[in-house]
């Protein structure tokens, strides 16, 4: 018996075999190059997220003095907390295996992201990245506060302003938690495909990841945000954000 993939093939027109060709297509990476004004680089997104990240970091200022000083006097480690996410992924050929150019494929271009910290040094010593849970006993007091009211993200303003990110777009992941969640959730990697965020879609529709089902359904909120990606729509996520804020939504 014929494949069902071949018979699809056989029996479909020009345009639904080009819809099934750009859908295989989003599901391994293999991708046409990102359009500067789609991706958050220029244009009026650009230029909004960049403006509000200046303003916000100007009015926090103040904030960023209190907290840097809790964190100082109520646990042992540095202020801020640095780690590898994956950035925009701007190829114009995609995800290509085996790719000459690469030592590895992480899915996009490696940043160093800034937060405050909130876990003790060792929170993760002889675990590696797991999902904070309700509770969480490697969160600090200090830290649990500002997961609460979001604060533990303010540094990634810098972010915003060295061309990593937006204050709106898909949250980063980690190179290695990105590996595995390719593999696992259909079109994962078309969220590259634009600035991470600060805060986006998903984050003011859905609490934090707790589990893949959660990431899963976080996919389908970044790619709807990705259809509809606009300098207004962003706007109205940056509002939609001080509720969430304000009201410890999602909070972990």
């Known amino acids: 018996m ?21 859908a295989d297509r989003g599901r391994t990476g293999a ?9 958050g680089l220029a244009g009026p997104r650009r230029i909004l997220n960049v403006l509000m990240a200046l303003l916000l970091l100007v009015l926090t ?31 114009r050929s995609g995800i ?10 992480v899915g996009g271009k490696p940043f160093t992201i800034y937060k405050f910290r909130t876990m003790r040094l060792d929170a993760e010593d002889g675990t590696g990245a797991v999902w904070a849970c309700h509770d969480d006993p490697r969160i600090t007091m200090v830290g649990r506060i500002l997961r ?3 604060l533990d993200e303010l540094p990634q303003l810098l972010n915003v302003l060295r061309g990593e990110m937006n204050l709106v777009g898909p949250r980063p992941e980690r190179p290695s938690i ?6 696992e959730i259909p079109y994962y990697q078309q969220r590259h495909r634009t600035l991470p965020g600060i805060t986006g879609h998903a984050q003011v529709n859905l609490q934090y990841d707790a589990s893949l089902e959660d990431v899963r359904k976080k996919v389908d909120h970044d790619l709807e945000y990705l259809r509809k990606a606009s300098a207004w729509e962003d706007f109205k996520i940056m509002v939609k954000t001080i509720p969430v804020m304000l009201f410890r939504r999602g909070s972990r």
């Not at 290509?96 to 494929?105: A, E, G, L, V």
């Open 178 to 183: 990105v590996t595995e969640l390719r593999k």
């Open 96 to 105: 290509r295996p085996n790719d000459p150019r690469r030592r590895s494929d």
């Open 31 to 39: 991708v046409y190059a990102v359009h500067p004004g789609r991706a």
């Open 148 to 150: 609460q009211y979001r």
């Open 2 to 22: 014929e494949p069902p993939s071949s018979i699809a093939a056989s029996t479909s027109t020009p345009a639904s075999a080009g819809r099934a060709a750009e």
């Open 61 to 91: 200022a103040p904030i960023w003095l209190v907290i840097a000083l809790a964190i100082k006097l109520s646990s042992r480690g540095p202020v801020l907390y640095r780690q590898t996410r994956v950035g925009l992924d701007q190829r």
